[in-house]
């Protein structure tokens, strides 16, 4: 009887086409998106910052401050003849830098800015702290120059400036990551998207299970000695086998499609049986909350609906869709309360931190927990909608 079950729910599932899509497609279809989206912001050659320059000054200074401008690779810039410039927002840059004439006798030299109206305060902080440096480099040039100038005519020499290269003062590692390794947008993207396809099999599942109350195959199945707790067995384990089905293939698609397109491919640095483990622990958490529902609703348009809703508020609150380290702090401790932000840490502890079984153990408890409470409770309504019935 517990086999044909089971038979019974893989069948349902298969013939669904609009399920196999949400379980399967969709998230495939993310990861490659967001993948894409958010290569750059994991790509430190890529240049941040977009600028025209107006040079009315057309001085030696001058020249030598829009040759650093011209060499700094966060910057892409372009050169503006005198006359025929246009605001800021007319040449498509985040910033106009103009030149004044004169500007290379004045003793406070001076830049007028024009900035964008689109440009966040953090753009516009980086923008500062690289004119800053430039200006900087500048005048501790000019400053020895002089004193090489007046060392000379003193009869002695100084050495020459010390050219500061960045690489040579800093060694920059990732915490758990060797030491050319770079984390990439693929091992932030893929976490996100099998947790938030994990949740998506509310809808399906709850679908079928209220559809099944309507037509009496619960009612049924209860009067054939079939307890509660193999009742739900019989739709646990068939979901639960369909999840570890779409987590494998998202990863899959992570490691193979994605660098068709360009972005970087998948690595699983941390532990496969760590993997697992947090993968069926997710799996349990998101199947307690499609049975509470099915349970507590009436139709299939509600559970739908309550179902769609609670995915995405999840997803939005637990850093599914912005990542967690662009939200603000506050943020950042509210998106613990949502079982996808311990799903996603536990996900980019493995992807991102090479971790282990007891780098996620919390995670793996925190979601098994909160299935088991969510089975409970609908175990309980069940058996009491069921009683009413009969």
Request: aromatic share 8%.
């Amino acid at each position: 009887m517990f086999k044909s079950m089971l038979i019974k729910e893989f069948l349902l599932v298969i013939r669904d086409k609009h399920a196999l899509a949400a379980l399967f497609v969709m998230p495939a279809v993310f990861i490659l998106i967001m993948s894409l989206a958010l290569k750059d912001v994991f790509n430190e050659q890529k240049a941040m910052l977009s600028l025209a320059i107006v040079d009315q000054d057309s001085s030696e200074t001058s020249q030598e401050f829009i040759s650093s401008i011209q060499g700094n690779k966060l910057i892409n810039s372009k050169l503006l003849n005198v006359d025929d410039h246009k605001g800021v927002d007319q040449q498509n840059v985040q910033f106009l830098i103009l030149i004044l004439e004169g500007y290379e006798q004045e003793e406070n030299k001076q830049l007028q800015i024009q900035v964008a109206s689109d440009v966040s305060q953090t753009v516009l902080l980086l923008f500062k702290a690289q004119m800053m440096q430039i200006i900087m480099q500048q005048k501790l040039a000019s400053l020895h120059s002089l004193q090489q100038s007046r060392a000379q005519q003193m009869g002695f020499d100084i050495p020459d400036a010390v050219d500061i290269n960045e690489n040579d003062i800093m060694n920059i590692q990732y915490a758990k990551l060797s030491a050319d390794e770079k984390p990439t947008s693929t091992q932030q993207s893929v976490p996100s998207w099998i947790v938030f396809g994990l949740f998506f099999v509310i809808i399906p599942m709850s679908t079928i299970f209220i559809s099944e109350r309507k037509q009496n195959t619960l009612m049924r199945l209860s009067t054939m000695n079939i307890t509660i707790p193999a009742l739900f067995a019989g739709k646990i384990i068939p979901y639960m086998i369909i999840n570890q089905l779409q987590v494998w293939l998202m990863i899959a698609v992570g490691m193979y499609i994605v660098p068709l397109f360009g972005a970087d491919a998948l690595t699983i640095g941390g532990s496969v049986t760590a993997l697992i483990v947090i993968s069926f622990a997710l799996s349990l958490a998101a199947i307690g909350l499609s049975i509470l529902i099915a349970t507590v609703v009436d139709s299939v348009e509600q559970a739908t609906t309550i179902g769609g809703i609670l995915n995405v508020l999840l997803g939005a609150i637990g850093g599914v869709m912005v990542p967690k380290f662009v939200m603000p702090e506050f943020m950042q401790e509210f998106a613990n309360i949502s079982p996808m932000s311990w799903g996603l840490e536990g996900f980019l502890d493995l992807f991102l931190r090479k971790g282990n079984l007891s780098d996620v153990l919390n995670e793996v408890l925190a979601l098994t927990l909160f299935g088991l409470v969510l089975l409970f409770i609908a175990a309980i309504i069940f058996n009491i909608k069921i009683r009413k019935v009969s």
